[in-house]
């Protein structure tokens, strides 16, 4: 594998030296002006995770000063890195038809293929007409008993090891409590089973969705190598980021589910595969309408994105926002008295009380602006483009980048960007900032079709936890956070403890 390794960063350090010319000749003849990046970012601590693609992105974004866009070259790749949000807003909404794509990424099998992510022109927009209304607002709220189940298991757990222990509190290693939260939300919310990952964290479903969602180095370099050189990656090297054993274990499940929900043989279910199949079988009574786009190699790809999607972004998003309450006891005591008021007293949620809580979005908004799950987006030109008000010209394949950690972090837009503040999205705070300044999932036709439920059950998890619980930082709990950069995307470190002691007064008989 070392030498595997080591093969390929030295011609990935001869091919970057062929195309840096190239590239200076590109920029040139189109009036773009070029920023080299590796000055703040080696290749070499990108491809090991030392250091994140958006720490590059930001590097040109601070050099690039008053100026709206600017090229960078990623190993062979031209992109151009766009700062000004009336620009970004053209390129993401008013003329998205000639930003359809997105950049290609793709891997030697057919389930990543088939991603919603990875799919591009017609097909995209086939398969996404058919999978959005799974994500309306009716539908999700029928999966607020998984949710509330999830959640009163999670917490009946804290409570047994408070009991348990000599001071009445709970210890934890945050990474594998709240992952175990995570998996068991969507195990019954996607695939339909019953992992119950809180009650045997040994159990086969749980190993397999850890090794996923907590990859190794070499993993790590893979999914560096598969930005940088996509067809390389996939079509020479015959590379693939999720391990065999890991995919064949979870498509088997989805394939599984999916036939015996076609065939009847299994009862309605408010999950995400049943919301497929409802899906499928309203296409199908429409085939002489139009055409079919959800095969099952599609739908099993579909559901398979948002689970690897929705379980990293969900967890690292709980976890940091319980470091920040912890870390910040007047801040949790505001949360705490406004969820108070709204949790039954069996100790489950409401939809529809839970989208009221106004102190509770500005906290989660503030941990999306300071750690956001995926740090850039990205856009490939599919024809020319010109914008005659900025001058820019985009030739049909160069792929634009939208440095999301940059505008998150930009004092622009947020005062005091570095420290952690849910006021920066009050209502007065809002509103006199661009809406294009705040956009973790994306924005416009492609943004992240699973977000709704990705925020929902990051909602009722933070709830629970600081109705039931006072959450404070323990000996070993490091000031401030670090964290570890995955391509576009930043993930809390392993390891990192908190403490939770029961609130006294709130011992519901049902946990």
């Not at 964290?201 to 940088?228: C, G, R, Y």
């Not at 940091?320 to 910040?328: G, N, P």
Request: glycine letters at 6%; proline letters at 4%.
């Amino acid at each position: 594998m070392w030498l595997a390794l080591i093969l390929v960063l030295i011609l990935s350090i001869l091919f970057y030296k062929f195309v840096t010319s190239r590239s200076k000749s590109f920029f040139k003849k189109y009036g773009i002006r070029q920023i080299d990046t590796s000055a703040a970012v080696s290749k070499l601590d990108i491809f090991l995770g030392r250091k994140g693609l958006p720490l590059a992105d930001d590097f040109a974004y601070q050099t690039m000063g008053g100026e709206k866009y600017c090229g960078v070259s990623e190993m062979g790749n031209n992109m151009i890195i766009i700062k000004d949000l009336e620009l970004l807003k053209k390129i993401l909404i008013k003329d998205f038809d000639h930003f359809v794509d997105r950049r290609d990424f793709l891997d030697s099998e057919r389930t990543f293929k088939r991603m919603l992510p990875s799919l591009k022109g017609d097909e995209w927009k086939g398969v996404r007409a058919e999978v959005i209304p799974i994500f309306k607002t009716g539908k999700i709220r029928k999966m607020m008993e998984i949710f509330n189940k999830v959640g009163k298991m999670w917490v009946a757990d804290f409570k047994e090891k408070a009991a348990s222990s000599r001071d009445g509190s709970a210890i934890i290693e945050a990474l594998p409590t709240v992952n175990a939260y995570t998996i068991d939300v969507i195990a019954s919310a996607i695939f339909g089973i019953q992992s119950e990952t809180i009650k045997n964290p040994n159990s086969t479903f749980a190993k397999m969705a850890t090794k996923m969602s907590e990859p190794s180095k070499w993993q790590l370099i893979k999914i560096v190598f598969f930005l940088q050189f996509p067809k390389f990656a996939s079509k020479v090297l015959q590379m693939q980021i999720i391990d065999e054993d890991v995919r064949n274990y979870f498509e088997g499940i989805l394939e599984q589910g999916l036939k015996a929900r076609m065939s009847g043989s299994i009862e309605n279910r408010n999950d995400v595969l049943q919301l497929l199949v409802e899906a499928k079988k309203n296409e199908i009574k429409n085939a002489g309408e139009k055409k079919q786009w959800l095969t099952e190699q599609v739908m099993i790809s579909t559901a398979f994105a948002l689970f690897i999607a929705g379980f990293s972004t969900t967890s690292s998003t709980i976890i940091f926002a319980v470091y920040a309450l912890a870390i910040d006891q007047d801040m949790q005591d505001e949360l705490r008295n406004e969820v108070d008021k709204i949790v039954r007293t069996d100790g489950t949620l409401d939809y529809d009380e839970l989208s009221t809580l106004v102190y509770l979005e500005m906290v989660l908004c503030e941990v999306l602006r300071k750690y956001p799950p995926a740090a850039r987006l990205e856009r490939r030109c599919v024809k020319d483009y010109k914008d005659s008000e900025s001058g820019l010209f985009v030739q049909e394949g160069v792929t634009i980048a939208i440095p999301m950690y940059s505008i998150h972090h930009d004092p622009k837009y947020y005062e005091n960007p570095e420290k952690f503040d849910p006021e920066h999205f009050n209502p007065k705070n809002k509103a006199k900032r661009s809406s294009y300044a705040y956009m973790p999932f994306g924005i416009g036709p492609r943004n992240c079709i699973g977000l709704r439920l990705g925020l929902v059950q990051t909602k009722v998890a933070i709830a629970q936890l600081v109705h039931f619980f006072r959450i404070e930082p323990t000996k070993k709990t490091p000031i401030p956070i670090e964290h570890t950069w995955i391509g576009y995307g930043m993930i809390p470190p392993k390891g990192l403890e908190l403490k939770l002691t029961p609130i006294k007064n709130k011992t519901n008989t049902s946990f």
